[in-house]
């Protein structure tokens, strides 16, 4: 993963509750400032993810184990 600025800055958004309490208890966090870091790094993770998987589909190292043969 790279590397994300650490410098912690206030923010003020306007935020649906319910997502938050959502997405705490999904992610057993402690506060809703965790629950949100956690989001945007599950957000960062998952892009990540995709390009590798794009990247090694191009190169045809993957094969389809469920085509038919």
Same mark, same amino acid.
């Given at each position: 993963? /790279?590397?994300?600025?650490?410098?912690?800055?206030?923010?003020?958004?306007?935020?649906?509750?319910?997502?938050?309490?959502?997405?705490?208890?999904?992610?057993?966090?402690?506060? @809703? %400032?965790?629950?949100?870091?956690?989001?945007?790094?599950?957000?960062?993770?998952?892009? @990540?993810? %995709?390009?590798?998987?794009?990247?090694?589909?191009?190169?045809? /190292?993957?094969?389809?184990?469920?085509?038919?043969?």
């Amino acid at each position: 993963m /790279s590397k994300v600025e650490d410098k912690i800055v206030r923010k003020n958004m306007r935020l649906r509750q319910g997502l938050i309490d959502r997405a705490r208890k999904i992610l057993g966090t402690q506060s @809703e %400032t965790e629950t949100v870091e956690q989001a945007l790094e599950l957000v960062m993770f998952r892009k @990540e993810v %995709t390009d590798g998987i794009r990247k090694m589909a191009g190169t045809h /190292s993957m094969r389809d184990i469920f085509a038919e043969e």
